[in-house]
């Protein structure tokens, strides 16, 4: 496969040295697997995979795939004045940087840097885990990983994004600081506990957001001690390189309580995670405090588990517990943890990144399975409930736009069609639901798409970067990794890429004898992986 991208003057990069030794991403027939989806994949030159190209010249800056293996263009769109002004990003495999703060494969990560600039993409995210920077001692900070890759991103010319993450990943096995598993294997509850005692241990729970249990710290001092590192360490490239920051707001990053655990079947309803020492004793306060004592035992006892469907016990049907007296005073206080926990972290961020122009985000989950039934069970197991008919998500936007913070919303590239009718599911309305909320707090959004490729997967993209209501300016397309270098996906990122940015050519660029460059990435002939023609 080929992409071509026949420039103008100002690209330049073409001219850039891209000759590497032996240097490969895993693509072509290799089945990839969830895990390599978001790591970093390092082949030899024995390795038996397609050629990818990208061409180019220093006449033009609009792309052009050229495909030899029959697989069909996404549908081009016409050009839109509000996808003109949209800022692509796409981001670093979870993996860019080692547990023991390495970079894992600097030559394949330029490679794909360069590929993505000569693309025109603006710039890429980088995941930067607390369980890496803080590893061995409170206060002691490694950031070596980390400025490695913001200085190849400098290099190359894109822009950075970096994603600050205080909890752990399974996959790629980056998890808390050893200092924190440490406190938590004295003090388990610092972790999220379910009704059957099982702690996710990927982050701490929101009970303990102001209380001292890391070395005499809270959680909030040491991630804003993290924060203010960071931008001590980053100062350079605060605002040419760096142009954002996202502060992850719980499980992989998002706002919401691990209601779905990572063995738990995803058609489950979730479960409530209310049962480690810190919450439980929040839950007695709260429930002594409404003159209800015996309310505040613990979660409910008629709330499905994991795997089963939310009819398969009474609290979510109609009329269920959920709509009781019950019901209103347990969600009420299991959100208000959720929206205080928010707002506690998205304070620390405002106040420690104060005066560097460099716009603060967080992350919503889009919760879409059952969320046709009335009592929206997977919302509600995750922390987002509202009162008396109240719009759940308004209060969250409400925070943000407190803190001046943009909203991440991912699910981008979902569609009810796709949807298994059995699920109940709407990611279309939701996602409605959750611009419209933003908008109504003058709460700025950006977008992501979902972790895996979904058919219609781009085409839904660009019809939501084209609502105007929205006013979405930046996306960024998760993430780098085996299955997105693959022959058939690059292809179609090639091409969502040119429908976001459509330039008529001039006669000039048109002219017969222009400047080409080849880049390719792969080879399975020994040749260079990366070189200039």
């Known amino acids: 496969m080929e992409v071509s991208v026949i420039g103008n003057p100002q690209t330049r990069i073409c001219r850039a040295e891209l000759a590497y030794r032996e240097l490969g991403f895993r693509f072509g027939s290799v089945v990839t697997s969830d895990e390599s989806r978001n790591n970093v994949t390092f082949l030899s030159q024995s390795s038996n995979f397609k050629d990818l190209s990208i061409r180019c010249s220093s006449r033009s800056v609009k792309c052009e795939a050229i495909v030899s293996d029959g697989v069909p263009f996404l549908k081009s769109t016409p050009n839109s004045k509000s996808l003109e002004s949209v800022k692509l990003f796409v981001g670093l495999p979870l993996d860019t940087v080692s547990e023991c703060n390495n970079v894992n494969h600097l030559k394949a990560i330029t490679a794909g840097l360069k590929a993505l600039k000569l693309l025109g993409v603006e710039g890429i995210e980088l995941p930067i885990f607390w369980g890496v920077v803080e590893k061995q001692a409170s206060g002691k900070y490694d950031w070596s990983g980390y400025l490695a890759v913001a200085e190849i991103v400098k ?11 205080f909890h752990g990943s399974v996959n790629p096995g980056i998890g808390l600081p050893d200092w924190v598993e440490k406190i938590g294997e004295a003090e388990p509850g610092v972790f999220f506990t379910d009704r059957y005692g099982k702690q996710y241990k990927e982050c701490l729970s929101f009970a303990v957001d102001d209380v001292p249990v890391l070395d005499g710290k809270t959680p909030m001092e040491v991630y804003r001690g993290f924060c ?16 954002g ?32 020492k810190h919450m439980l004793s929040a839950l007695k306060g709260y429930a002594e405090s409404t003159g209800n ?25 109609d009329g269920g517990s959920w709509e009781s007296q019950y019901g209103d005073f347990f969600l009420s ?44 069970p997977s919302e509600l197991t995750a922390g987002f409930y509202s009162p008396n008919g109240q719009d ?39 996602l409605a639901h959750l611009k419209t909320a933003c908008k109504k707090q003058g709460v700025v ?12 997967g781009f085409e839904r993209i660009v019809e939501n970067l084209k609502d105007e209501n929205a006013g979405i300016d930046l996306f960024t397309y998760q993430r780098m990794g ?31 004898e222009v400047e080409t460059k080849t880049v390719n990435i792969g080879s399975g002939t020994g040749a260079p992986s990366l070189q200039t023609a």
């Open 482 to 512: 085996a299955l997105f270098f693959s022959p058939e996906h690059f292809h179609a990122f090639t091409v969502f890429v040119r429908n976001l940015s459509q330039f008529e050519l001039t006669s000039y660029d048109q002219a017969a």
């Open 245 to 276: 920051i996202t502060l992850g707001l719980g499980p992989d990053g998002e706002l919401r309580y691990p209601s779905h655990q990572h063995d738990a079947k995803p058609s489950g309803a979730g479960e409530f995670q209310c049962y480690d």
């Open 392 to 430: 759940r998500y308004e209060a969250i936007a409400e925070i943000f736009a407190k803190n001046s913070c943009r909203m991440i919303i991912p699910g981008m590239d979902l569609s009810d069609e796709h949807q298994s009718p059995e699920s109940l599911s709407s990611p279309e309305s939701l």
């Open 333 to 376: 206080w299991y959100s208000s943890l959720l929206t205080s926990h928010a707002d506690h972290v998205l304070s620390v961020a405002s106040s420690a990144f104060s005066g560097i122009g460099v716009p603060i985000c967080g992350k919503l989950p889009l919760l879409h399975q059952w969320n046709k039934l009335r009592s929206q």
């Open 293 to 317: 004592p015996l309310w505040g035992l613990g979660g409910p006892h008629d709330a499905p588990a994991y795997d089963q469907q939310p009819h398969s016990s009474s609290f979510f049907s």
């Open 445 to 456: 959004v950006s977008g992501q798409n979902s972790s895996a490729p979904v058919p219609g």
């Open 228 to 243: 203010e590192s960071f931008k001590s360490v980053f100062s350079d490239y605060m605002g040419n390189t760096i142009t």
């Open 155 to 165: 290099k190359v010319g894109l822009k950075l994004h970096a994603s600050l993450s």
